[in-house]
């Protein structure tokens, strides 16, 4: 077991994927396959379930995956320290999705400029569809976004898993929506829409769709943010569709949430940036900070 197994194996607890991770670390999907595989053997026991797609950590990976991000961050702490006369600055744009500036974006940026004081990070907080026309015009250097592009201009890394909720107003009326809710019950109630673009909103309606729900909702308004679908449910005026993330840090009373018959509504987040551009060292450390903060479930 060496640094480079780790890293290997932590790209692709973050991934999801073992050819993504060799293409995040620039070396084959074989060599990726053969660092897992000497790390199985070295320990005795499976560390990531294949037979998933995403593939998911097994209970022991989950632990070696604690181990791996302790131990490899004591590493680059050292050798910080050991090159401390260099010092890194610059100025790195970032553009980001509701859910990912509340829950991961934001608070690893502070944690990022305590430790790199001559680094500016400047984020910009709007859809998932305007995260990506940022990045294709180069005003963001690296976007996170709740779908992944369609488009083979981006090198996209998964970074994490998020759940979309049915969040429902705590009142009488709409007591008759409760987890699961059916499909033919959901049709009657009245929706808070999320705006065109929202990631959010399209993940949930593909998989509405995915299920056989054709039926058009009956919308009272629409609004720009997951934070905003909270808040305006809270009113009573109607149900929406939010991450589970962002209605646990908005911390409303006056909701709940609920899931759907089928089961859970699930997405991958994503850091995207364009491709063949290259990175500054700054930019590159930021996204390290950002996938450090995201442990994947299983």
């Known amino acids: 077991m060496n640094f480079e197994d780790l890293e290997v194996f932590c790209a692709i607890a973050f991934s999801g994927s073992l050819s993504r991770a060799g293409q ?12 897992l595989q000497n790390l199985e053997q070295q320990l005795g026991t499976a560390l990531v ?12 990976g989950i632990l070696l995956l604690e181990f791996s991000q302790s131990v490899l961050a004591q590493f680059n702490d050292v050798k910080n320290a050991l090159n401390m006369e260099k010092t890194i600055s610059g100025t790195i744009n970032v553009a980001t999705s509701t859910v990912h500036a509340k829950s991961l974006v934001l608070p690893q940026m502070a944690k990022f400029l305590r430790q790199y004081s001559e680094v500016q990070v400047r984020v910009s907080v709007m859809d998932s569809t305007k995260v990506l026309a940022a990045l294709r015009t180069e005003s ?3 976007g996170f976004v709740g779908m992944e592009p369609d488009s083979g201009q981006w090198d996209t890394e998964s970074i994490g898993e998020d759940e979309i909720v ?19 019950v959901l049709k009657d109630f009245p929706f808070v829409q999320r705006e065109f673009g929202s990631g959010t909103w399209d993940t949930a309606m593909g998989e509405l769709k995915r299920r056989g729900f054709i039926a058009q909702f009956p919308v009272v308004c629409q609004v720009d943010s997951n934070e905003a679908v909270v808040q305006t449910v809270a009113t009573g005026i109607g149900v929406g569709f939010a991450s589970q993330k962002v209605v646990g840090l908005v911390g409303s009373r006056n909701v709940r949430t609920a899931t759907l ?15 063949g551009n290259e990175l500054s060292e700054a930019a590159v450390l930021f996204i390290h900070y950002v996938k450090s903060a995201c442990i994947p479930t299983t």
């Open 24 to 35: 995040s670390l620039n070396l084959s999907q074989p060599t990726v396959t053969r660092r």
């Open 49 to 60: 379930d294949r037979s998933l797609s995403p593939v998911h950590l097994t209970p022991q």
């Open 140 to 142: 963001a250097d690296v």
């Open 166 to 184: 049915l969040v429902v107003p705590d009142i009488p009326s709409f007591s008759r929506l409760q987890s699961p809710v059916t499909l033919e």
């Open 261 to 275: 018959e089928g089961g859970p509504v699930k997405r991958n987040l994503y850091v995207v940036t364009k491709s």
